[in-house]
């Protein structure tokens, strides 16, 4: 392969009907859902039912006031900072930690309800929430909220708590059910991870499979969230003399979700097909080492999420936290290899970063990956984003700097198109010569195309 590492691929996708393209809001269904009349309250406190719109999908439907923090009344609770807090959190926090916070926060709010008795939420619940969300907390500079002290407003387990994200977790632990070994068949859940659970599922499937994965970081995002790869091989964490390492990169642009979602489907996948004996499956993972990371630009995703499939402009979450588009901020090589390639001694499989590149803003993101394509002699990739239904091949930059479409090939032309191909021949609606479908609007090269003769530009992921 010629350029240090490499081989590019832009896997370009995306579904044809007008589906929903990002995830609801967690906080939408819940919105306007609140009933304001007011529950009268006896004088000795019994069991009602609870109402407060925030916190609708507890799973216990009565409550007992006063509360932990004392409020009389819904009304009360209701017109409290608490209340309003656990309202925006998700905003505050970029999504992190949702909805785990503002049900554990409703839990303290409105405790259930038995025999005309509070039972507290469970202080272990608490801690462990704390252990995992403080640091987006850090991230604003905010403080640990009070009403979620775990030492005042929570009980020990043998007082006999609550565990308010008990459902929650038994809903993971249903889409993780694919991964049990005796399950016959791969069961997969259709619908978008925020980042708290692509994290969680991710670093659940590792775990499930730890003797051939394993995830790791390469960095953080401009908003601070984790770059986390998952990794698949039969000696994770090490380089194999001849093992082939494959990288596989999503949302690179945070509105672009659909190969972020097949990724974490791709590292479930792989996970539980191996366990279940999937020959095929066995020997890619046990011959080749696949890192996958599924979301590049987590910070963009959470924008685009956050507007919702209606409110979203079709480009806000594109690019990062600072506004940079991640797929024009990688160094361009390309220009200087078509300026040197005919000098004699010149060498175009090491092609060094030139000193003015670092004057310019690299984004966190980016620079995460470019040290992680260095650290590992990666020799086939691909980066996939939405909006069309192609496979795109290097280079991406016009021969001719004018030409905004002209076929630019690399040297090793030949095998990217035979990647190429190959995936598209594997590919069911790629491969459909129907010319009426939907996303045929490559069926003349049937699914493949040069990334340069389709549009130039410089800056894409070419390390
Ligand atoms: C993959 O490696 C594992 C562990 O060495 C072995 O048990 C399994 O049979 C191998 N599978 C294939 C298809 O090579
Ligand atoms: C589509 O056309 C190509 C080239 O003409 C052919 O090789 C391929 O078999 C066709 N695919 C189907 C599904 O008919």
């Not at 932990?68 to 926090?93: N, T």
Request: glycine letters at 6%; aromatic letters at 10%; hydrophobic letters at 35%.
């Amino acid at each position: 392969m010629y350029l240090e590492v490499l081989a590019l691929l832009f896997f370009l996708e995306r579904s044809c009907l007008s589906a929903p393209q990002q995830p609801c809001h967690p906080g939408d269904e819940f919105l306007g859902r609140c009933s304001s009349s007011r529950s009268a309250h006896d004088e000795t406190p019994t069991c009602t039912e609870l109402n407060l719109g925030y916190c609708n999908d507890l799973e216990y439907s009565t409550t007992i006031f006063p509360n932990i923090l004392g409020h009389r009344s819904r009304y009360e609770a209701e017109s409290g900072a608490e209340y309003l807090l656990l309202s925006v959190i998700h905003g505050l926090l970029n999504g992190e930690c949702s909805p785990e916070i503002r049900l554990v926060g409703c839990s303290v709010l409105a405790s259930p309800c038995r025999d005309n008795k509070m039972v507290k939420p469970c202080r272990s619940t608490c801690e462990a929430l704390r252990k995992g969300c403080i640091h987006a907390f850090e991230a604003i500079e905010m403080a640990w909220p009070y009403f979620l002290d775990c030492d005042r407003f929570f009980a020990g387990n043998e007082e006999g708590c609550f565990d308010p994200l008990a459902g929650l977790k038994a809903r993971q632990e249903v889409a993780l059910s694919s991964l049990s070994p005796e399950e016959p068949s791969t069961i997969i859940q259709f619908t978008y991870a925020s980042n708290a659970q692509m994290y969680s599922l991710l670093k659940r499937t590792a775990a499930k499979c730890s003797h051939i994965s394993h995830v790791y970081s390469i960095g953080r995002s401009t908003e601070g969230r984790d770059l986390l790869v998952i990794e698949f091989t039969d000696n994770p964490g090490q380089h194999e003399l001849l093992e082939p390492e494959i990288k596989l990169v999503g949302n690179m642009h945070g509105n672009e979700v659909l190969g972020r979602q097949l990724l974490i489907y791709l590292a479930q996948y792989l996970c539980s097909e191996y366990m279940l004996g999937n020959q095929r499956i066995q020997s890619i993972v046990n011959n080749t080492r696949i890192h996958i990371l599924a979301s590049m630009n987590p910070d963009g995703y959470e924008l685009a999420a956050s507007e919702g499939h209606l409110l979203n402009g079709w480009i806000s979450g594109r690019a990062n936290a600072q506004n940079l588009d991640l797929n024009r901020n990688f160094p361009d090589l390309t220009s200087l290899f078509y300026r040197n390639r005919r000098s004699r001694h010149y060498r175009i499989d090491h092609i060094p970063i030139p000193d003015t590149y670092w004057f310019g803003k690299v984004a966190p993101e980016t620079y995460a990956v470019m040290k992680w394509i260095r650290s590992l002699p990666f020799v086939q990739s691909a980066s996939l984003h939405g909006g069309e239904l192609v496979v795109s091949y290097p280079f991406d930059f016009s021969r001719h700097p004018h030409e905004e479409k002209m076929f630019s090939p690399t040297p090793d032309e030949q095998i990217f198109k035979q990647l190429a191909r190959t995936y598209a021949d594997a590919h069911a609606t790629m491969s459909n010569n129907d010319t009426d479908r939907c996303g045929a609007s490559f069926y003349r090269t049937r699914g493949i195309i040069n990334g340069a003769l389709w549009y130039s530009f410089a800056g894409g992921e070419i390390p």
